[in-house]
């Protein structure tokens, strides 16, 4: 009986929340039409350049077989930090090259095909969660900070963060896979399939971004980030900061965009600390591949959590020795 209640006072909250983010809009639309239009480019200059070439390769790889081949060269590896089989350095290595969401949706085309059982992949699904350095050092360090070695603290901070959770729970239990990696494949209509796949992810991921981006935008403009800043504030987090951090929770990179123009101590930790979590945006772009894989989410979300804390501890004592 109470599960019923909370299901429908949830319903009629969302409802709610949804309904008064449609008059927003509609009483405002040349304020959130502009909104829109910022995130699309963002995701256009800042995304789309280096998600879509590696969305295609990795699917390429992935559906002509050739995961086989990269996975016995990772097996001794990945065995000996993780207990995870070979498949998961090859989906760390594509995570760490490309960023969010390759690593996600590659795992989920690893999982559909049997390379990984669902208990692997949930396991895995936390060191195939990261960015990329073209955005890490191109886009937030050299676009934002106009720094490169900043660029250079908040890559290292996050993939530490990373690795160093992949090893900290190398005893969590998982069930393996079947070991089945499908053999090369003709390449009838591969090309297609795979550019095909590659241009509808990018453009839901630049969907989710244009979205969030708005959304973001709104709650900012209505107050309704007000207090969480507040918060950081009486903290001792300056005004400009606090601000940028409680967007960037929405979306990731406006937040990050802020976080830079304030430039201040706490700007950097915080960007590692977004960059690692993701954001509501980018953790629901990634949802959607993991839920098809079978992840647990109660179990990557807490995790997600915990690295971004470490990665702007890190961050933050590199702030300090470096800068």
């Known amino acids: 009986m109470k599960t019923h209640i909370l299901h429908k006072i949830s319903r009629t909250a969302l409802f709610l929340f949804l309904f008064l983010l449609l ?8 304020r959130y039409m502009r909104a829109c239009l910022d995130g699309i480019t963002l995701w256009a200059t800042c995304v789309l350049p280096s998600t879509l070439p590696f969305l295609f390769l990795t699917g390429l790889f992935t559906r002509l077989g050739y995961v086989r081949r990269l996975s016995k060269g990772c097996a001794p590896l990945t065995s000996a930090l993780f207990r995870l089989p070979g498949v998961s350095g090859y989906c760390l290595f594509m995570s760490f090259l490309s960023g969010y969401p390759v690593g996600a949706k590659t795992l989920s085309d690893l999982t559909q095909i049997g390379a990984a059982s669902p208990s692997e992949a949930t396991k895995m699904s936390v060191l195939c969660s990261s960015s990329g350095p073209l955005f890490i050092l ?11 070695k900043i660029g250079l603290i908040l890559l290292a901070s996050h993939f530490a963060a990373i690795l160093l959770s992949g090893i900290a729970l190398r ?9 089945y990696l499908p053999a090369l494949k003709r390449a009838d209509n591969v090309l297609y399939d ?37 918060l ?22 406006g937040g990050c965009r802020v976080l830079a123009a304030a430039k201040t101590l706490f700007s950097v930790a915080a960007c590692a600390f977004l960059i690692t979590f993701g954001g509501v945006s980018i953790l629901f772009q990634q949802i ?5 894989a079978g992840v647990k989410l109660r179990f990557f979300l807490p995790v997600k959590l915990l690295q971004a804390f470490l990665a702007a501890a890190i961050a933050f004592f590199l702030t300090l020795l470096f800068l």
């Open 23 to 30: 008059l927003v809009f509609s009483c405002f639309p040349a």
């Open 138 to 148: 191109g886009s937030v360090g050299m676009g934002m900070f106009s720094d490169g």
């Open 171 to 179: 005893f969590y239990k998982t069930s393996p896979a079947a070991g």
């Open 194 to 230: 795979c550019i095909y796949s590659s241009v509808i992810s990018v453009l839901c991921v630049g969907g989710f971004i244009a979205v969030f981006y708005t959304l973001a935008v709104m709650l900012n403009d209505w107050q309704v980030l007000t207090p969480f800043s507040a």
């Open 232 to 253: 950081l504030s009486a903290l001792g987090v300056p005004e400009d900061g606090a601000q940028g951090f409680a967007r960037g929770l929405v979306e990731m990179t």
């Open 288 to 292: 959607v591949y993991l839920k098809k």
